[in-house]
């Protein structure tokens, strides 16, 4: 069953455009996976230090295969310098 990945960061102030370097460097080689149906980033328009991501994976094995990779690693490694709040990820399914 597909899976829908849901992650909100908060950068403190004046991180915004470390935190838009470190998505851009993740999403390419993300988008490689063959498990990854899809994946974008987003950022706020009210609150500039507000970052999204939204993907979809062919299942749950794929998503747990990708946390492990090296670019998803340094990604974390690097957001979590840069966030003033825990990131919220969540692991969601589509309602038919």
């Known amino acids: 069953m597909e899976l829908f990945i849901f992650a909100r960061f908060h950068v403190r102030p004046d991180n915004e455009?470390?935190?838009a370097q470190a998505l851009h460097e993740v999403l390419g080689p993300t988008r490689e996976e063959p498990g990854c149906l899809n994946i974008n980033a987003f950022?706020?328009?009210?609150d500039p230090?507000?970052?999204f991501i939204h993907?979809?994976?062919t299942d749950e094995a794929a998503f747990d295969h990708h946390a492990l990779l090296a670019?998803?690693?340094r990604f974390i490694?690097?957001?979590e310098q840069l966030v003033d709040q825990p990131p919220e990820i969540a692991r969601t399914q589509l309602i038919d």
């Open 17 to 19: 455009s470390d935190a």
């Open 43 to 46: 950022r706020s328009t009210r």
């Open 49 to 51: 230090r507000l970052f």
């Open 55 to 57: 993907s979809r994976w």
């Open 71 to 73: 670019h998803t690693v």
């Open 77 to 79: 490694e690097r957001i």
